[in-house]
């Protein structure tokens, strides 16, 4: 379970980038945080991470404090980025079977990794070449892989969809379904009205730091998500 409790980051220069959210995402739930660029998304994945400290407020995964407990809380969470950060002179399989190992999974086998690869749509092929020589849609692809194998009960994804072509980033929403189907709590950050339509739960819109809307997929599947995004988008942010 992931935990925002009046999470709050203002940043030296005193730009106020996430103002006090409240926000709980259960087990076998996806949420997608919609939101324009500047509009606190990503910092609240980097507080969740323990990227960046808040302010004021915590951070909570699976009942355990971020900022008291960090190494205990990755543990328990993946993420995937819009530019996934891996080693170039690795092979596919070599990324993710160091990062399997970093998340403490040892018995994993050759096996084990190409059908984690092939669940996320990598050419067979690219198994076994080096990272530096891949798009950034492969790259994504692998990220995303090593996300599902380390197996965390939570799952941190940052535009996740950037760079992927249309059959992968539809094969990823067909990924998200297994994986809340499993009980894993979810969180997209995202411009993706589309995708949020299709797979999401519930959904949040951000502006300005502030959660301004919230919605059950019973509840957005009755209006139009995308008329109320571009409302929310042209009304000023009122505060204190």
Do not use: W
Not at 168 to 195: P, V, W, Y
Request: aromatic share 8%; hydrophobic share 40%.
């Amino acid at each position: 379970m992931l935990q925002a409790i009046d999470l709050t980051k203002r940043y030296e220069d005193g730009q106020l980038a996430l103002d006090c959210l409240n926000l709980e995402i259960r087990p076998g739930e996806i949420f997608f945080l919609l939101g324009a660029n500047g509009a606190g998304k990503t910092t609240t994945i980097n507080l969740f991470l323990d990227f960046i400290e808040p302010t004021s407020g915590k951070a909570v995964i699976n009942g355990i404090d971020v900022m008291e407990q960090p190494l205990e809380t990755k543990k328990h969470v993946a993420f995937v980025s819009e530019n996934v950060m891996l080693y170039g002179d690795f092979t596919a399989r070599q990324n993710l079977d160091f990062f399997a190992r970093l998340g403490g999974k040892n018995n994993l086998t050759k096996k084990d990794y190409y059908e984690t690869m092939r669940k996320v749509g990598l050419q067979e092929e690219a198994f076994e070449k080096k990272l530096k020589k891949f798009s950034k849609g492969m790259r994504q692809k692998v990220g995303l892989a090593i996300a599902i194998i380390k197996d965390t009960d939570n799952i941190l994804m940052d535009e996740p969809t950037s760079g992927l072509d249309p059959k992968s980033a539809a094969e990823l929403m067909q990924i998200l379904n297994q994986l809340r189907d499993k009980g894993k709590s979810i969180l997209m950050c995202t411009h993706d009205i589309f995708r949020a339509k299709a797979v999401a739960d519930r959904v949040g819109i951000m502006k300005e730091g502030r959660m301004v809307m919230l919605r059950t997929r019973e509840e957005f599947e009755q209006d139009d998500l995308e008329r109320i995004y571009l409302d929310y988008m042209q009304e000023t942010v009122i505060t204190n």
